[in-house]
C-alpha cells in the first residue's frame, strides 16, 4: 500500500502555518494530531485522512516489526498494518480523551493476525465463516462449563447470534485450518517400519459392484425347474460335491452332471437378455 503525504487548501489557517512551519510530519506534535483529526471529522476529507496515515506510519512499522519472523514479508505485514491504521482513523472519536496510538494499536494489531490467521488455513474459507468459527468454538467451551454438558448446536448459534446452518457450517470448516499428508507416518511403539496414513484410507470394494448382478443372477436361479435350482444351490451355495448331491436328490451323479450343466447354460441365457 503506497501511503503519500498531501498537501490541501482547506485546512484552518493555524493548521496550514504549523504544517508549513514543520515541513512534513516528522515533528508533528499530539495537539497538531489532534487538530488534524478535529478537521477530518468535520470534512472527511480523504488528503487529511492520507496524511493521519502518513504521520502514523512508524506505529503500524512497529506493530508489524512484533510479527516479522513469522515467515511474512515485513512490507506485505506493513500494508496489512495499513487497513488496520485506516479502519482505525475513520472510527476514531478524539473527544472520547483516548490517545489515538492506544486506540488505533488493538484494530492495527488485529488486521495482521486475522492476516495470518487466513494464510494458515489450508483451504480458502470465507472471513466470515473464519470468525463465526472461532466464535462457535469460544461459545463451545463458555457453554460447557456454564451448562455443565457439552453444548448442542442449538445453543452455541444462540449464543454467537448465528442461525444453525451458519454455525454447523463453520464448526465443520475448522477441519480445512490444517491438513495432513496422505504420506505422514503413522507409527506405533514396537514398529520398525510405520505405515503411511495413504494405507488406512479405504478402498472401493470390488465386490460391491457386483451387487446389482448377484440380484439379476438370483431372479435367474428362480426361473429354474426345483431340481436344478436345488443342484445349482448345492453346488455353488453350499460347495458340495456331485456325489454329496446326488446322495441328497437320490439321483445319479452322472444325472447331476447333465442337470447341472443344463441349468448353468440357462442362467447364460438369461442373464446375456
Known sequence: MAVRTFGWSNMRDSDSARTKKLGGTA??????????????IETKDRKIRDHLVAIHQNLVRFLAGKF????????????????GLINAIDRFDPERGTKFSTYATPTIV????????????????????????????????ELSQRLGHPPTIQEIAAEVGASEEETLE??????????????????????????TLAEFIGEVDESLQSIETYGDLNQAIESLEPREKAIIYYR??????????ARRLNISQMH????????????????SN
Open 27 to 40: 515533528n508533528w506534535t499530539e495537539t497538531d494530531t489532534e487538530a488534524l483529526f478535529q478537521r477530518y
Open 68 to 83: 516479522a519472523n513469522r515467515g511474512e514479508p515485513i512490507d506485505d505485514l506493513i500494508q496489512v498494518g495499513s487497513i
Open 110 to 141: 488485529g488486521e495482521i493476525r486475522r492476516y495470518f490467521r487466513d494464510k494458515a488455513w489450508s483451504l480458502k474459507v470465507p472471513r466470515r465463516l473464519q470468525e463465526l468459527n472461532l466464535a462457535a468454538n469460544k461459545a463451545a467451551d
Open 170 to 195: 463453520a464448526i465443520e470448516l475448522g477441519n480445512a485450518y490444517d491438513t495432513v499428508s496422505l504420506d505422514s507416518k503413522l507409527s506405533h511403539e514396537g514398529e520398525s517400519a510405520p505405515l
Open 236 to 245: 455353488f451355495f453350499q460347495d458340495m460335491s456331485q456325489t454329496e448331491v
Open 256 to 271: 447331476v452332471s447333465r442337470l447341472q450343466q443344463r441349468a448353468v447354460r440357462r442362467l447364460k441365457e438369461i442373464l
